[in-house]
């Protein structure tokens, strides 16, 4: 039972534009998110992070908007750059800490130049 | 402060054979995690230790895995008897503990990867 869900396997976008990746949850105990970066060969990499109490975080070119009501979280890259070009993971918790972090299949996203 | 340290980063070995990782942790972390995770999936919790305390590991996918942290410092992640599926990367991360206002943040090493023949 997937309690995080990154429906998009897979995402291209130009250079310079928007790029928009999406998560679901299913679990409403789930109050702290967070999205994580990975290359090849690496460790996944801390991006961003979005607690239940806000809709917004951002920090410079990477938003996270969260919709609790249904259940949706998205990241938004502007501009895109080809270094932006990895696997990007959302992941979930409860803020207790004590649960581990639930991750999604993520979804690769492609910059071209 | 050199990261989350994994060794080895690859280790291929025959089906029936034991293996053992070791993940080294960043310092001043007290909590240490480890994840699997398989091609196209995302990293998928196994286990965590808060200092030497193991406080989760009804997760470990079956009796062959095993994990230590004897000084609340390194771990060690066995595997015993491996098997052709047991073929995966394996992620260890660290994190401050639940008092932090980062304990939410894991941070994570390179991995291990495990090829089983």
């Known amino acids: 039972d997937q309690q995080v869900k990154q429906n998009s396997p897979s995402l291209s976008v130009q250079e310079g534009r928007i790029s928009i990746l999406n998560c679901d949850y299913t679990?409403?105990?789930?109050?702290?998110f967070l999205w994580y970066k990975k290359y090849p060969a690496e460790g996944p990499t801390f991006l961003i992070s979005?607690?239940?109490?806000?809709d917004k975080n951002e920090d410079g070119r990477f938003t996270v908007f969260l919709n609790k009501s249904a259940k949706h979280l998205s990241l938004h890259i502007v501009p895109s750059q080809p270094g932006d070009s990895a696997v990007y993971f959302c992941?979930?918790?409860?803020?207790?800490?004590?649960?581990?972090?639930?991750f999604g299949k993520g979804t690769r996203l492609s910059v071209i130049a | 402060d050199t990261g989350v340290s994994q060794n080895p980063r690859h280790k291929i070995t025959k089906r029936g054979q034991n293996v053992t990782f070791r993940c080294d942790p960043i310092?001043?972390?007290?909590?240490l995690y480890w994840y699997r995770q398989t091609l196209g999936q995302g990293p998928e919790f196994l286990t965590y230790?808060?200092?030497?305390?193991?406080?989760?590991k009804s997760r470990l996918l079956s009796d062959r895995f095993s994990a230590e942290r004897p000084k609340g410092s390194f771990s060690t992640l066995e595997i015993q008897r491996t098997e052709q599926g047991d073929s995966a990367m394996y992620l260890c991360?660290?994190?401050?503990?639940?008092?932090?206002?980062?304990?939410?943040?894991?941070?994570f090493g390179a991995g291990s990867r495990l090829t089983v023949l």
């Open positions: 991360a660290s994190s401050p503990g639940q008092e932090s206002s980062g304990a939410n943040v894991l941070t």
């Open positions: 679990n409403s105990m789930f109050d702290y």
């Open positions: 979005i607690s239940s109490i806000k």
């Open positions: 992941a979930a918790r409860t803020y207790s800490g004590n649960t581990p972090l639930v």
């Open positions: 310092s001043e972390h007290n909590r």
């Open positions: 230790f808060q200092n030497e305390a193991q406080l989760e």
